[in-house]
């Protein structure tokens, strides 16, 4: 992957991603940028390493090229982007520093007006319970509605094994919890012309690491930014391998499908992605190889962010 300069890659991608210069954030665990009217935060947890032993369809010479020391680089995060209308949180990772990065931005739990789920797993959804009660009480929560019934499907949670079935009744208990205000949508097919969730907001079906997986295309004032949840787990071997897969994938070849249809849109119409396991800045611009599959220039934080 190559690194490029924030400010450096905003004046050639488009203006979709500006810093926003009043909120400098000196931690890695939280970067400030604008995409038009829109502040985004990502909020991170840490940054981790990842085993290649996880990963699916990597040949001996693909370890030995992109993972030569056997890992790759990897965080968990969140995004919170603040509108002119509403706050709104996009995951809420495992909580543990959730509250607290958020804390740093000057936004409580009670500001936050919607939750959007990419997907169901515990390091997404792990900050929306305090308790057995939601920990955004004024928030509607966003789940595609193929995520919704595969998690609240007896026979998909008998499917796998017991040890795995926890996951199944953790989501269960957060979807218990937000029932009254639980809004469940079908995402929409990549570049359809089809409503926003709310105004700058639209899902976009990236079935395949789950059920219903969903990527969130933002845009505001001609900007835009992909936040495409867990297309990507193993930056280094799956930009220029899109069918590489991770044995976390429910669906690994659609899986696959997925990533290289989402890689190619946003190479192809220059938008900045960000992911929820693409370490620190956790966002940068997507563009096609010439020798294979993509590249990954992520933003630096020249600017003393």
């Avoid at 740093?104 to 515990?122: D, K, P």
């Avoid at 929306?128 to 998909?156: C, M, V």
Wanted: hydrophobic share 40%; aromatic share 8%; glycine share 8%.
């Amino acid at each position: 992957m190559k690194k490029i300069c924030l400010l450096a890659a905003l004046a050639v991608a488009m203006p979709t991603a500006r810093l926003a210069a009043q909120e400098k954030q000196s931690a890695k665990d939280v970067i400030t940028f604008s995409v038009g009217d829109f502040l985004v935060s990502t909020l991170s947890e840490g940054q981790q390493s990842g085993s290649g032993d996880v990963l699916i369809g990597a040949t001996p010479d693909m370890l030995k090229k992109y993972l030569p020391e056997g890992t790759y680089p990897s965080a968990v995060n969140a995004f919170l982007v603040r509108t002119p209308d509403k706050t709104v949180l996009i995951d809420a990772g495992f909580g543990r520093k959730l509250f607290d990065n958020m804390q740093s931005l000057g936004v409580s739990a009670e500001q936050v007006g919607a939750v959007l789920l990419t997907h169901m797993h515990g390091d997404h959804i792990g900050g929306l319970l305090r308790g057995d009660e939601p920990a955004f009480p004024n928030a509607e929560l966003y789940i595609a509605q193929p995520e919704h019934d595969y998690w609240t499907s007896d026979k998909a949670m008998q499917a796998v094994p017991e040890n795995r079935r926890g996951g199944f009744r953790q989501a269960q208990k957060v979807i218990a919890a937000y029932k009254s205000r639980l809004r469940l949508f079908a995402p929409n097919a990549l570049g359809a012309a089809t409503p926003n969730l709310f105004a700058g907001f639209l899902g976009i079906a990236a079935f395949g690491h789950t059920p219903g997986h969903t990527a969130y295309l933002l845009e505001s004032d001609n900007s835009r930014l992909l936040i495409w949840g867990d297309l990507t787990h193993a930056m280094r071997i799956q930009m220029p391998r899109p069918d590489v897969a991770v044995t976390y994938d429910v669906n690994p070849k659609t899986a696959a499908e997925s990533r290289r249809s989402l890689l190619e849109y946003a190479a192809k119409n220059k938008i900045p992605v960000g992911g929820m396991h693409v370490a620190y800045p956790a966002i940068g611009n997507v563009k096609a190889s010439s020798k294979e599959g993509y590249e990954f220039e992520e933003f630096c934080t020249c600017l003393g962010l």
